[in-house]
């Protein structure tokens, strides 16, 4: 079975530019997260969504930074605009219901922005 | 609030030999589930053991066990036969029974192994 999808691997963009981070969930399951991993704050949950709605949004740093689920298999999450200070790894990660709260991510997002 | 700490931010151990990691944590949850993943330079997360804190019995996992203190908040990973595999970021995790399986996570030990 496939694994979670994200897209793209690696971005290296410019200050100001627009960056959009995708994520496809495993199928069947009901929650999705967006962590963010950087050296100096390690791991930190940004959001996570419950059937597609936004449950937790408190971790998203401010409001340059956006996500959305508009159906069961597809989240995105949004940089407008970007500064040199989101450089970070991305992960979304998916679990479903039942799963003794264990939950599944994917390979990443590297996004540099000079 | 959750916290979870991690000592240790480098260990290293020869390649056969066993290895700790250790955790501890803070909460006023009486039931939870706490992690272990593996970090290594792919940046893939991937689950290495999982505990319930209702149970009493330490998780195991082929090479990789866990010593469970409930009472002493403390969460240790033990790797028995150490390989070059093992090298990786090793992050502790936190999270709540049913309350969203959003995770917390200790802030990560460098595990090197030497052959």
């Known amino acids: 079975d496939a694994g979670v999808i994200q897209s793209p691997r690696h971005e290296v963009t410019e200050m100001g530019q627009e960056v959009t981070l995708r994520c496809k969930p495993i199928s069947g399951h009901n929650s999705l997260f967006w962590y963010r991993q950087t050296m100096m704050r390690g791991l930190e949950l940004l959001i996570y969504?419950?059937?597609?709605?936004?449950?937790?949004d408190s971790g998203m740093p401010e409001d340059r930074f956006s996500a959305k689920m508009p159906n069961a298999s597809f989240s995105t999450l949004k940089i407008q605009p970007s500064e040199p200070r989101d450089s970070a790894v991305y992960f979304c990660?998916?679990?479903?219901?039942?799963?003794?709260?264990?939950?599944?991510f994917g390979e990443g997002s590297w996004l540099t922005v000079v | 609030a959750q916290t979870v700490t991690q000592s240790q931010p480098e260990m290293s151990v020869q390649e056969a030999e066993t290895v700790t990691l250790s955790c501890t944590y803070d909460?006023?949850?009486?039931?939870?589930?706490l992690f272990w993943y593996k970090q290594p330079p792919s940046r893939q997360m991937i689950l290495v053991i999982r505990q319930e804190a209702y149970k009493q019995q330490n998780a195991t996992e082929n090479r990789f066990s866990v010593n469970f203190q409930k009472a002493a908040k403390s969460f240790s990973l033990k790797i028995s036969d150490s390989q070059l595999g093992d090298a990786a970021m090793y992050f502790c995790a936190f999270s709540v029974y049913n309350a969203g399986n959003m995770l917390t996570f200790g802030g990560g030990t460098r595990l090197m192994v030497k052959p």
């Open positions: 909460t006023s949850e009486s039931d939870y589930y």
């Open positions: 969504f419950n059937n597609n709605v936004p449950i937790d």
């Open positions: 990660a998916s679990s479903p219901r039942g799963s003794g709260n264990t939950i599944y």
